[in-house]
């Protein structure tokens, strides 16, 4: 199997990168591992990306790619993959169309991990990071009466600034704003499969194994 996985913050992406990659035993290929990996092994793409990263600009298409090529070109890749955070532009989704045709192995699927926005603001606004021990925890799901300290060593839940609504909302509009021409790009090249994904991760998985039969 090879996919892409598109989710929005807080749609559990991150969960179901986790049960496809096992079920699907292809390889889980996130670029923020790569760019960590070019990085700390001073590749030569690695070397370049640093000097857009330290000066705060975004990392250019054509380094992007690169390590992505290379990292297609592993062993692992070679039984199927699950894209996790590429591409994310319509020019970046060109090249890794040419870079599988080069390789002989088309994309099967694009899923998009489908969920109404006011249920990830709840979501990610629920959220509570222990000042104590640094675990996240989830208002929603903490079972204890007293919601104000850490179920697991009693310090104090707070919540940070990134997990405030204004800035919420703002991740979600820039999310959205990035990814609605791909699903629209995918979509017309028939690749995409849109799973609603509001219900536990085990039904949204068993979604989009129905979906791709
Ligand atoms: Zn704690």
Same mark, same amino acid.
């Given at each position: 199997?090879?996919?892409?996985?598109?989710?929005? #913050?807080?749609?559990?992406?991150?969960?179901?990168?986790?049960?496809?990659?096992?079920?699907?035993?292809?390889?889980?290929?996130?670029?923020?591992?790569?760019?960590?990996? *070019? %990085?700390?092994?001073?590749?030569?793409?690695g070397v370049k990306a640093g000097e857009f990263m330290n000066r705060g600009e975004l990392v250019p298409d054509e380094l992007v790619i690169g390590m992505v090529k290379d990292r297609l070109r592993e062993p692992d890749a070679s039984?199927?993959?699950?894209? &996790?955070?590429? #591409?994310?532009?319509? #020019?970046?989704?060109?090249?890794?169309?040419?870079?599988?045709?080069?390789?002989?192995t #088309?994309?099967?699927? $694009? $899923? %998009?991990?489908?969920?109404?926005?006011?249920?990830? $603001?709840?979501?990610l606004t629920n959220r509570r990071t222990c000042r104590a021990c640094g675990k996240i925890? *989830?208002? %929603?799901?903490?079972?204890?009466? *007293?919601?104000?300290?850490?179920?697991?060593?009693?310090?104090?839940?707070?919540?940070?600034?990134? &997990?405030?609504?204004? $800035?919420i909302r703002n991740r979600l509009k820039v999310y959205h704003d990035q990814t609605s021409p791909l699903v629209s790009w995918y979509a017309k090249i028939g690749k995409l499969y849109t799973i609603e994904a509001s219900s536990s991760p085990d039904e949204t998985m068993a979604k989009i194994q129905a979906a791709l039969g």
């Open positions: 199997m090879r996919m892409v996985l598109l989710g929005a #913050p807080g749609s559990g992406k991150g969960t179901q990168a986790d049960l496809l990659k096992d079920k699907y035993r292809c390889a889980h290929i996130s670029t923020g591992d790569i760019f960590r990996r *070019n %990085l700390s092994e001073k590749t030569e793409l039984a199927g993959f699950l894209m &996790d955070g590429f #591409p994310r532009t319509i #020019p970046q989704a060109e090249a890794f169309g040419a870079m599988l045709d080069e390789l002989k #088309p994309l099967d699927a $694009v $899923v %998009l991990l489908d969920i109404d926005e006011e249920i990830l $603001v709840k979501r925890w *989830n208002l %929603l799901s903490i079972k204890a009466e *007293n919601k104000t300290v850490c179920p697991e060593c009693a310090g104090e839940l707070y919540q940070r600034d990134d &997990d405030a609504e204004a $800035v």
